[in-house]
């Protein structure tokens, strides 16, 4: 883990409800993808965020914060953020944490399951394994309610397109009538897609109760509990 002092370059909407951060780092960043940083708002309170960006931009870090409620965890941590960047102040980070970065020491092929905001920490593993140009199969699943908050669906598509290897399935909970795409719940999707998941390592990222049932219901479709890789997993039964 390294503490750091960042400047906030910018703050800018990717939704109603959801922003874009891009903090620069005063000295370069080390973590792998798939780890998060810890914005520090006081000694005892520390919030986590999942880092967006790929492991070779040292010099940035991109996070997506989702915040809706004015008294929750992430609106007060985007506010935090809007402070020190209106004041031309430095915040408080603590980068390269977590135990559910992607591990290159095999040749299973990958899924990567996001739930909303869970997307940043599967973009970040998605444009890594773009970058060192793996040959693993790789399904890219995202999940959210409505069609409007796929706000990286062209980016998305753009990354399955560069390598036969990728494949990127969008999945809306809600559709309008005009969605063509994949419906329900995103882990429903990958279950009715796959016939078995245990050839496969498995990362998952979004709400705590979202990833228990869907460790349980995976495992229950064939994966296995050794090769699928959550965060949640230090908090949850």
Not at 7 to 31: D, G, M
Not at 61 to 69: D, K, M, T, V
Not at 209 to 219: L, Q, S, T
Request: hydrophobic fraction near 40%.
């Amino acid at each position: 883990m390294q503490t750091l002092l960042a400047e906030v370059v910018s703050i800018s909407p990717l939704t109603e409800f959801v922003h874009k951060v891009i903090l620069k780092p005063q000295q370069p960043v080390a973590f792998e993808a798939g780890q998060y940083l810890q914005l520090v708002l006081g000694e005892k309170d520390k919030r986590a965020f999942s880092i967006a960006s790929r492991p070779s931009q040292t010099d940035a870090l991109e996070l997506h914060i989702g915040a809706s409620n004015a008294d929750s965890y992430a609106m007060q941590s985007l506010e935090h953020l809007r402070s020190a960047h209106n004041e031309n102040q430095t915040v408080t980070i603590e980068a390269g944490l977590g135990i559910s970065q992607l591990r290159l020491q095999c040749e299973r092929p990958i899924i990567l399951l996001a739930g909303g905001t869970g997307f940043s920490y599967a973009k970040s593993m998605a444009e890594h394994l773009a970058e060192i140009n793996c040959e693993r199969p790789v399904l890219f699943y995202w999940g959210v309610k409505e069609e409007s908050a796929l706000y990286a669906h062209t980016e998305m598509q753009a990354w399955a397109d560069s390598r036969e290897n990728f494949k990127f399935i969008p999945v809306v909970e809600h559709p309008t009538d005009s969605w063509t795409g994949h419906t329900g719940y995103v882990h429903k999707a990958v279950m009715n897609d796959i016939i078995s998941l245990e050839p496969y390592d498995i990362y998952m990222a979004g709400r705590f109760d979202m990833i228990g049932i869907v460790r349980d219901d995976f495992i229950n479709h064939g994966a296995t509990r050794e090769n699928m890789y959550a965060d949640a997993f230090a908090f949850i039964k």
